[in-house]
Each structure stands twice: as structure tokens, then as C-alpha cells.
């Protein structure tokens, strides 16, 4: 039986010992069917695995970098973003979404206070930059893949902490985010404790499956006996 005493062992264990499949497999099994992100949602490097509570952040395009129109968030470079950034705490997700595709949203600079704030990694709903960098600091981030226009002039942050959508999958503060090379997907908190158990149990189950078919058990008669596949 799979237990954890904190988040920090929670997400520990998530990254050695689950993988964006089998926890896709169990939402699926407990009725939360659109729970994975768009599929050109991809890690930089392919051994990168997320796991952390998100940090949700609302984003929105600007067609200047300062405005002088009636809100006051257009007036600041970048909008709330600073304020987002130093605000994230350990084990948390940067997760933004909101803007359109046409530029970064994330850096190697943010990816920088992001790590030494402890966050889990980073999620753009766009692309990211200063891939080279990124790459040197080893900081788990996903994102639509690399395009160096900046956000200053095209974007702002306009909120952060509060539930973002990504082409149907609502997002709450809080909500575990998982990802890996095979994709990101979103836990709800209030069913987290029994989707990630039966995720353990079902991780299990396919190790012995697995050598089961490695000595010659049949399709059929390992689905039959074992009923995963």
C-alpha cells in the first residue's frame, strides 16, 4: 500500500514510481475523462517529469508594453508576472494560460527564480525560450516547443491563484499537475488521494503483467488473469 506523509514525498514518489499513462488510465476509470492538456504540450528534454500543485496564472495579449488606458495592470511591464513569480512556493507548478500562441511565455531567467524558490517546473500554454539555458538548469518545464518572441510588448499577466481552462480542462490552484514525455495531465485535489493510490496499484499490476508476457503468457489469457493491459 503506497502512502506519503507530505507533498514533498507525495511528488518523489510520483516521478520514480508513476507515469502520465497509468494515471490518465485510473482518471479515465473514475469518469474524469478530459483530464490531459493539449498533446503539443511537450518537455524540452524527454527524461523531464513534473510533478507539483498548481500555480495557476492568467494571462491575456497586450498590444503595447505600457499602456495608458483605464487598468492599471497595463501600466506595468509584464503585468503581474514579477508578482506571480515571487510568489510561488515549493513543490508548486507555474501553469499559465490564457494568451494567444505568438510568443514566450517563459524563460530561462523566470526558470531561474522558479527553481531557486524550489516551484516543480514550469507549464506554458505557448512556448518558451532560452532553451539552452533552461536545459543547463535541469528545471522540468512543458511548453508548446521554442520561439524567442517576447512577451514584454504582446503580453501581461493579469491574475495569478485563480482556475485557468486549456481547450476544455479546467485548472484550480492546487490541482496536482503531472507530466512527462508522454504528455500532462491535471488531478482534481479532492479525488488526488484515491486516483494516484489505484495509479500506484495499477503501475504494480503492469510490472507483472509485463514479465508475464515476457514468459510466454498469451493477450487473452494475461487480461483475463490480470485485467490490465
Not at 170 to 188: A, N, Q, T
Request: glycine share 10%; hydrophobic share 40%; proline share 4%.
Amino acid at each position: 500500500m503506497i502512502t506519503w506523509n507530505n507533498d514533498s514525498e507525495l511528488f518523489e514518489l510520483m516521478r520514480k514510481e508513476l507515469y502520465s499513462a497509468v494515471l490518465g488510465d485510473i482518471l479515465d476509470k473514475m469518469h474524469y475523462f478530459h483530464q490531459f492538456l493539449p498533446s503539443r504540450l511537450q518537455p524540452l528534454d524527454m527524461d523531464m517529469v513534473l510533478a507539483g500543485r498548481a500555480m495557476t496564472v492568467l494571462e491575456a495579449d497586450a498590444f503595447e508594453e505600457l499602456s495608458e488606458g483605464q487598468n492599471p495592470i497595463m501600466k506595468k511591464p509584464f503585468g503581474l508576472m514579477l508578482e506571480a513569480l515571487d510568489d510561488l512556493k515549493k513543490d508548486e507548478v507555474y501553469i499559465c494560460a490564457g494568451s494567444s500562441p505568438s510568443y514566450a511565455l517563459v524563460g530561462e531567467l523566470m526558470c531561474t527564480r522558479m527553481q531557486i524558490l524550489g516551484a516543480a517546473g514550469a507549464v506554458a500554454n505557448g512556448f518558451h525560450r532560452d532553451t539552452k539555458g533552461i536545459l543547463e538548469l535541469g528545471f522540468p518545464c512543458f511548453s508548446y516547443g521554442r520561439y524567442a518572441q517576447d512577451q514584454g510588448p504582446r503580453g501581461k499577466v493579469i491574475d495569478y491563484r485563480v482556475p485557468i481552462e486549456i481547450e476544455g480542462v479546467r485548472i484550480y490552484p492546487g490541482d496536482i499537475i503531472f507530466g512527462d514525455l508522454d504528455g500532462v495531465l491535471v488531478i482534481p485535489k479532492e479525488i488526488e488521494r484515491e486516483a494516484i493510490t489505484r495509479a500506484w496499484e495499477k503501475a504494480t499490476g503492469e510490472k507483472m503483467v509485463a514479465e508475464a508476457i515476457r514468459g510466454g503468457m498469451g493477450a487473452r489469457e494475461s487480461f483475463d488473469r490480470h485485467g490490465i493491459m
